[in-house]
Protein backbone atom coordinates (compact mmCIF):
# COMPACT_ATOMS: atom_id res chain seq x y z
CA UNK A 1 0.00 0.00 0.00
CA UNK A 2 2.59 2.33 0.82
CA UNK A 3 4.14 1.47 -2.39
CA UNK A 4 1.05 2.73 -4.46
CA UNK A 5 1.20 5.64 -2.43
CA UNK A 6 4.67 6.62 -2.85
CA UNK A 7 4.46 5.81 -7.20
CA UNK A 8 1.84 8.11 -7.50
CA UNK A 9 3.28 11.05 -6.76
CA UNK A 10 6.21 10.67 -8.39
CA UNK A 11 3.78 9.90 -11.77
CA UNK A 12 2.13 13.17 -10.81
CA UNK A 13 5.96 15.13 -11.18
CA UNK A 14 6.70 13.19 -14.30
CA UNK A 15 4.10 14.10 -15.93
CA UNK A 16 3.97 17.25 -14.61
CA UNK A 17 7.29 17.68 -16.28
CA UNK A 18 6.53 16.67 -19.60
CA UNK A 19 3.38 18.56 -19.66
CA UNK A 20 5.48 21.75 -18.65
CA UNK A 21 8.10 21.20 -21.47
CA UNK A 22 5.08 20.55 -24.31
CA UNK A 23 3.81 23.66 -23.02
CA UNK A 24 6.92 25.61 -23.09
CA UNK A 25 8.25 24.52 -26.34
CA UNK A 26 4.75 25.25 -27.88
CA UNK A 27 5.30 29.19 -26.31
CA UNK A 28 8.01 29.44 -27.87
CA UNK A 29 7.43 28.04 -31.26
CA UNK A 30 4.20 30.70 -31.04
CA UNK A 31 6.35 33.24 -30.06
CA UNK A 32 8.98 32.43 -32.82
CA UNK A 33 6.11 32.15 -35.44
CA UNK A 34 4.88 35.33 -33.62
CA UNK A 35 8.20 36.96 -34.22
CA UNK A 36 8.16 35.59 -37.83
CA UNK A 37 5.10 36.87 -38.58
CA UNK A 38 6.27 40.16 -37.47
CA UNK A 39 8.88 40.21 -39.40
CA UNK A 40 7.87 39.31 -42.73
CA UNK A 41 5.00 41.94 -41.80
CA UNK A 42 7.68 44.41 -41.60
CA UNK A 43 9.79 43.42 -44.90
CA UNK A 44 6.18 43.57 -47.31
CA UNK A 45 5.80 46.87 -45.57
CA UNK A 46 9.58 47.78 -46.72
CA UNK A 47 8.64 46.72 -49.97
CA UNK A 48 5.60 48.56 -50.33
CA UNK A 49 7.27 51.60 -49.35
CA UNK A 50 10.31 51.16 -51.94
CA UNK A 51 7.55 50.33 -54.78
CA UNK A 52 5.86 53.25 -53.74
CA UNK A 53 8.97 55.95 -54.33
CA UNK A 54 9.71 53.87 -57.99
CA UNK A 55 6.35 54.61 -59.13
CA UNK A 56 6.50 58.41 -57.95
CA UNK A 57 9.57 58.58 -59.69
CA UNK A 58 8.48 57.20 -62.54
CA UNK A 59 5.43 59.04 -62.65
CA UNK A 60 7.39 62.67 -62.10
CA UNK A 61 10.02 61.47 -64.75
CA UNK A 62 7.58 61.37 -67.19
CA UNK A 63 5.42 64.05 -66.42
CA UNK A 64 4.85 66.75 -69.07
CA UNK A 65 7.65 68.66 -70.02
CA UNK A 66 7.89 72.67 -70.57
CA UNK A 67 8.78 74.26 -73.72
CA UNK A 68 9.48 77.31 -75.77
CA UNK A 69 10.31 77.39 -79.08
CA UNK A 70 13.14 79.58 -80.59
CA UNK A 71 12.32 82.93 -82.68
CA UNK A 72 10.88 81.63 -85.82
CA UNK A 73 11.34 78.17 -85.23
CA UNK A 74 7.40 77.29 -85.03
CA UNK A 75 6.45 76.84 -88.60
CA UNK A 76 4.22 75.18 -91.53
CA UNK A 77 1.49 76.88 -89.58
CA UNK A 78 -1.13 78.32 -91.31
CA UNK A 79 -0.43 81.48 -88.72
CA UNK A 80 2.85 83.50 -88.14
CA UNK A 81 4.21 82.91 -84.86
CA UNK A 82 7.58 84.99 -83.51
CA UNK A 83 7.65 82.37 -80.80
CA UNK A 84 5.18 79.66 -79.09
CA UNK A 85 5.52 77.99 -75.16
CA UNK A 86 4.08 75.57 -72.89
CA UNK A 87 4.87 75.64 -69.29
CA UNK A 88 3.28 72.81 -67.82
CA UNK A 89 4.37 72.83 -63.85
CA UNK A 90 4.12 69.71 -62.12
CA UNK A 91 3.59 69.80 -58.23
CA UNK A 92 3.17 66.40 -56.70
CA UNK A 93 1.11 67.52 -53.73
CA UNK A 94 0.34 63.49 -52.71
CA UNK A 95 3.73 62.11 -53.04
CA UNK A 96 4.52 59.53 -49.85
CA UNK A 97 5.71 56.11 -49.27
CA UNK A 98 3.41 55.00 -46.89
CA UNK A 99 0.56 55.06 -50.08
CA UNK A 100 0.17 53.80 -53.22
CA UNK A 101 -1.86 56.60 -54.58
CA UNK A 102 -0.30 59.79 -55.60
CA UNK A 103 -1.92 63.37 -56.78
CA UNK A 104 -0.34 66.08 -59.11
CA UNK A 105 -1.24 69.22 -59.89
CA UNK A 106 -0.83 70.65 -63.28
CA UNK A 107 -1.08 74.58 -64.10
CA UNK A 108 -0.62 74.07 -67.71
CA UNK A 109 -0.44 77.61 -69.41
CA UNK A 110 -0.01 77.98 -73.48
CA UNK A 111 1.06 81.20 -75.34
CA UNK A 112 1.82 81.67 -79.14
CA UNK A 113 3.52 85.42 -79.55
CA UNK A 114 1.68 86.40 -83.11
CA UNK A 115 4.17 88.51 -85.29
CA UNK A 116 3.18 92.27 -85.83
CA UNK A 117 3.43 95.63 -84.57
CA UNK A 118 3.48 94.96 -80.89
CA UNK A 119 3.78 91.10 -81.56
CA UNK A 120 0.48 90.17 -79.49
CA UNK A 121 -0.66 87.10 -77.35
CA UNK A 122 -3.76 86.13 -79.40
CA UNK A 123 -6.17 83.91 -76.64
CA UNK A 124 -3.59 82.15 -74.27
CA UNK A 125 -4.53 78.45 -73.22
CA UNK A 126 -5.02 78.20 -69.42
CA UNK A 127 -5.36 74.31 -68.52
CA UNK A 128 -5.39 74.00 -64.77
CA UNK A 129 -6.37 70.58 -63.28
CA UNK A 130 -5.04 67.62 -61.02
CA UNK A 131 -3.90 63.58 -61.86
CA UNK A 132 -4.71 61.26 -59.39
CA UNK A 133 -2.44 57.74 -59.54
CA UNK A 134 -3.04 54.61 -58.16
CA UNK A 135 -0.29 51.88 -58.27
CA UNK A 136 -2.48 49.08 -59.07
CA UNK A 137 0.58 46.07 -59.41
CA UNK A 138 3.37 44.71 -56.68
CA UNK A 139 5.82 44.63 -59.23
CA UNK A 140 9.03 47.14 -59.64
CA UNK A 141 9.55 45.59 -63.00
CA UNK A 142 6.12 45.88 -64.98
CA UNK A 143 4.92 49.39 -63.53
CA UNK A 144 0.73 49.58 -64.02
CA UNK A 145 -1.29 52.42 -62.48
CA UNK A 146 -4.69 53.72 -63.02
CA UNK A 147 -4.68 57.80 -63.52
CA UNK A 148 -7.70 59.81 -63.54
CA UNK A 149 -7.82 63.66 -64.26
CA UNK A 150 -10.02 66.72 -63.94
CA UNK A 151 -9.01 69.90 -66.26
CA UNK A 152 -10.50 73.09 -67.02
CA UNK A 153 -9.47 74.62 -70.42
CA UNK A 154 -10.38 78.01 -71.74
CA UNK A 155 -8.74 81.25 -73.11
CA UNK A 156 -9.53 83.72 -70.51
CA UNK A 157 -11.76 85.76 -73.54
CA UNK A 158 -15.68 86.86 -72.78
CA UNK A 159 -16.03 87.68 -76.54
CA UNK A 160 -18.17 85.54 -78.78
CA UNK A 161 -17.09 82.25 -79.69
CA UNK A 162 -18.29 82.54 -83.57
CA UNK A 163 -17.39 85.70 -85.44
CA UNK A 164 -20.72 87.27 -86.38
CA UNK A 165 -18.61 89.68 -89.15
CA UNK A 166 -18.16 86.78 -91.67
CA UNK A 167 -20.03 84.92 -94.21
CA UNK A 168 -18.81 81.37 -93.19
CA UNK A 169 -21.11 79.04 -91.34
CA UNK A 170 -17.72 78.21 -88.59
CA UNK A 171 -15.90 81.36 -88.88
CA UNK A 172 -14.49 81.37 -85.45
CA UNK A 173 -13.63 84.38 -83.59
CA UNK A 174 -9.82 84.18 -82.57
CA UNK A 175 -9.72 87.73 -81.79
CA UNK A 176 -11.66 87.43 -78.81
CA UNK A 177 -13.53 84.65 -78.75
CA UNK A 178 -14.64 82.79 -75.66
CA UNK A 179 -13.76 79.03 -75.31
CA UNK A 180 -13.98 77.34 -72.24
CA UNK A 181 -14.25 73.46 -71.17
CA UNK A 182 -14.21 71.18 -68.60
CA UNK A 183 -13.49 67.45 -68.98
CA UNK A 184 -12.00 64.48 -67.40
CA UNK A 185 -9.23 61.46 -68.21
CA UNK A 186 -9.76 58.20 -66.91
CA UNK A 187 -7.16 55.47 -68.17
CA UNK A 188 -3.82 53.44 -67.26
CA UNK A 189 -0.14 54.23 -67.39
CA UNK A 190 2.55 51.43 -67.86
CA UNK A 191 6.44 51.42 -67.68
CA UNK A 192 9.19 49.45 -67.98
CA UNK A 193 13.01 49.43 -68.11
CA UNK A 194 15.32 47.58 -70.42
CA UNK A 195 18.70 47.42 -70.32
CA UNK A 196 20.98 47.05 -73.78
CA UNK A 197 24.78 47.17 -73.89
CA UNK A 198 26.18 50.59 -72.32
CA UNK A 199 22.10 52.27 -72.19
CA UNK A 200 18.89 51.73 -70.26
CA UNK A 201 15.82 52.82 -72.08
CA UNK A 202 12.61 53.44 -69.68
CA UNK A 203 9.63 53.57 -71.26
CA UNK A 204 6.09 54.78 -70.16
CA UNK A 205 2.90 54.73 -72.01
CA UNK A 206 -0.74 55.85 -71.62
CA UNK A 207 -4.12 55.16 -73.33
CA UNK A 208 -6.93 57.24 -71.47
CA UNK A 209 -10.62 58.23 -72.27
CA UNK A 210 -11.03 61.75 -72.59
CA UNK A 211 -14.53 63.10 -71.88
CA UNK A 212 -15.85 67.02 -71.57
CA UNK A 213 -18.88 66.86 -70.24
CA UNK A 214 -19.86 70.18 -68.14
CA UNK A 215 -19.15 73.90 -68.43
CA UNK A 216 -18.69 73.94 -72.04
CA UNK A 217 -18.96 77.10 -73.58
CA UNK A 218 -22.48 77.32 -75.77
CA UNK A 219 -20.59 78.60 -79.08
CA UNK A 220 -18.63 75.48 -78.64
CA UNK A 221 -21.42 73.16 -78.29
CA UNK A 222 -21.70 70.47 -81.23
CA UNK A 223 -18.49 72.26 -83.16
CA UNK A 224 -15.95 70.52 -80.58
CA UNK A 225 -14.97 67.10 -79.99
CA UNK A 226 -16.31 66.14 -76.98
CA UNK A 227 -15.08 62.36 -76.48
CA UNK A 228 -11.50 61.12 -77.23
CA UNK A 229 -8.95 58.64 -77.04
CA UNK A 230 -5.62 59.78 -75.90
CA UNK A 231 -2.16 57.68 -76.49
CA UNK A 232 0.65 58.87 -75.30
CA UNK A 233 4.29 57.40 -75.14
CA UNK A 234 7.67 58.46 -73.57
CA UNK A 235 11.05 56.36 -73.50
CA UNK A 236 13.67 58.03 -72.15
CA UNK A 237 17.41 56.77 -72.68
CA UNK A 238 20.02 56.71 -69.71
CA UNK A 239 23.86 56.68 -70.43
CA UNK A 240 26.53 55.57 -67.67
CA UNK A 241 27.65 58.39 -65.56
CA UNK A 242 30.92 58.34 -65.07
CA UNK A 243 33.81 61.01 -63.00
CA UNK A 244 37.09 61.16 -64.37
CA UNK A 245 40.01 62.73 -63.15
CA UNK A 246 42.89 62.94 -65.82
CA UNK A 247 46.49 61.58 -64.01
CA UNK A 248 48.40 60.97 -67.08
CA UNK A 249 48.59 61.49 -70.76
CA UNK A 250 46.31 58.70 -71.49
CA UNK A 251 45.54 57.79 -67.74
CA UNK A 252 42.69 58.74 -65.57
CA UNK A 253 41.27 57.93 -62.49
CA UNK A 254 37.12 56.90 -62.64
CA UNK A 255 35.57 57.78 -59.12
CA UNK A 256 32.24 57.17 -59.20
CA UNK A 257 30.69 55.14 -62.70
CA UNK A 258 27.16 53.69 -61.35
CA UNK A 259 24.87 56.38 -61.54
CA UNK A 260 22.63 56.71 -64.81
CA UNK A 261 21.84 60.01 -66.38
CA UNK A 262 19.49 61.17 -69.34
CA UNK A 263 20.72 61.33 -72.60
CA UNK A 264 17.82 61.94 -74.73
CA UNK A 265 14.27 61.14 -74.69
CA UNK A 266 11.08 60.68 -76.83
CA UNK A 267 8.14 61.72 -76.32
CA UNK A 268 4.37 61.14 -78.83
CA UNK A 269 0.64 62.08 -78.42
CA UNK A 270 -1.96 60.67 -80.39
CA UNK A 271 -4.97 62.12 -80.22
CA UNK A 272 -8.48 60.87 -81.37
CA UNK A 273 -12.22 62.36 -81.71
CA UNK A 274 -14.60 59.57 -81.71
CA UNK A 275 -17.92 61.56 -81.30
CA UNK A 276 -19.66 63.79 -84.17
CA UNK A 277 -19.39 67.39 -84.22
CA UNK A 278 -19.92 70.04 -86.96
CA UNK A 279 -17.36 72.02 -88.73
CA UNK A 280 -15.48 72.28 -92.36
CA UNK A 281 -14.62 68.69 -93.24
CA UNK A 282 -15.70 66.81 -89.41
CA UNK A 283 -17.01 63.58 -91.37
CA UNK A 284 -12.82 63.03 -92.68
CA UNK A 285 -10.53 61.22 -90.89
CA UNK A 286 -8.07 64.19 -91.15
CA UNK A 287 -10.24 66.35 -88.87
CA UNK A 288 -10.59 63.77 -86.67
CA UNK A 289 -6.79 63.29 -85.47
CA UNK A 290 -3.93 65.30 -83.70
CA UNK A 291 -0.46 64.03 -83.53
CA UNK A 292 2.61 64.94 -81.49
CA UNK A 293 5.95 63.91 -81.81
CA UNK A 294 9.53 65.11 -80.33
CA UNK A 295 12.80 64.70 -79.74
CA UNK A 296 14.93 66.18 -76.93
CA UNK A 297 18.76 65.91 -75.84
CA UNK A 298 19.78 66.62 -72.79
CA UNK A 299 22.84 69.45 -72.60
CA UNK A 300 25.56 68.08 -70.85
CA UNK A 301 26.16 70.70 -68.47
CA UNK A 302 22.39 70.75 -67.52
CA UNK A 303 20.32 69.01 -65.13
CA UNK A 304 17.12 70.16 -66.50
CA UNK A 305 17.57 71.63 -69.79
CA UNK A 306 17.48 70.19 -73.30
CA UNK A 307 17.13 70.73 -77.12
CA UNK A 308 14.06 70.22 -78.77
CA UNK A 309 13.20 69.01 -82.34
CA UNK A 310 9.08 68.51 -82.32
CA UNK A 311 6.82 68.09 -85.25
CA UNK A 312 3.20 66.75 -86.05
CA UNK A 313 0.05 67.39 -87.25
CA UNK A 314 -2.80 68.91 -86.05
CA UNK A 315 -6.77 67.64 -87.24
CA UNK A 316 -8.29 70.51 -84.94
CA UNK A 317 -5.69 72.86 -83.38
CA UNK A 318 -5.65 71.97 -79.30
CA UNK A 319 -4.87 75.67 -78.72
CA UNK A 320 -8.57 77.06 -78.03
CA UNK A 321 -10.53 79.38 -80.47
CA UNK A 322 -8.14 78.33 -82.77
CA UNK A 323 -9.78 74.49 -82.78
CA UNK A 324 -11.06 74.56 -86.98
CA UNK A 325 -7.40 74.81 -87.92
CA UNK A 326 -6.07 72.26 -89.45
CA UNK A 327 -2.07 71.91 -90.56
CA UNK A 328 1.32 70.21 -90.24
CA UNK A 329 3.68 71.94 -88.08
CA UNK A 330 7.45 71.70 -86.86
CA UNK A 331 9.19 73.24 -84.02
CA UNK A 332 13.01 74.10 -82.61
CA UNK A 333 13.50 74.80 -79.35
CA UNK A 334 14.26 74.32 -75.95
CA UNK A 335 12.49 72.08 -72.71
CA UNK A 336 12.89 71.40 -69.60
CA UNK A 337 11.37 69.03 -66.90
CA UNK A 338 12.51 66.63 -64.40
CA UNK A 339 14.92 64.63 -66.50
CA UNK A 340 16.86 61.55 -64.75
CA UNK A 341 20.05 63.68 -63.68
CA UNK A 342 20.84 62.95 -59.90
CA UNK A 343 24.27 62.94 -59.42
CA UNK A 344 24.60 64.39 -55.52
CA UNK A 345 26.10 61.67 -53.21
CA UNK A 346 24.48 60.30 -50.43
CA UNK A 347 27.03 61.53 -48.38
CA UNK A 348 29.98 64.13 -49.43
CA UNK A 349 33.70 61.41 -49.77
CA UNK A 350 36.74 62.19 -51.02
CA UNK A 351 39.18 59.07 -51.89
CA UNK A 352 41.16 58.62 -48.79
CA UNK A 353 43.53 55.55 -50.18
CA UNK A 354 44.53 54.83 -54.06
CA UNK A 355 42.50 51.54 -53.67
CA UNK A 356 39.53 54.01 -53.55
CA UNK A 357 40.32 54.68 -57.34
CA UNK A 358 39.47 53.11 -60.24
CA UNK A 359 42.72 53.41 -62.82
CA UNK A 360 42.42 52.72 -66.46
Known sequence: MMQLIIFYPACFRNLFLILFLTCFSSLLSAQRSSSDTTFARIQRIYANRQLNLQYLDNYRSFSEVSWITAPYCDALGPRYYLSTLRLTPYFQVLATKWSRVSVAFEPRVSARIMLGTSHPVRTPSYNPGFTVYCRLLNDSTHLLSFVGSLFHHSNGQDGPTLDSSGT?????????????????????AYGQSFQHQKLTFQT??????EHHIFGIDEGMKHR????????????IVLGRYIEKIKVGRKKFAALREQQLVELFRFTGTINLILDKFTGPQSGTFGRRINLELAIMYRF????????????????????????????????????????VYRLSPDKFKIPNARNDLILK
Open 224 to 235: FGNVRLNMKFGT
Open 168 to 188: APFLMNTKNGSFATNYYTLGF
Open 204 to 209: NSRIEI
Open 300 to 339: PGSPNMSVMLAGGYYGQDPYNIYMYDRYGFVRIGFATGFF
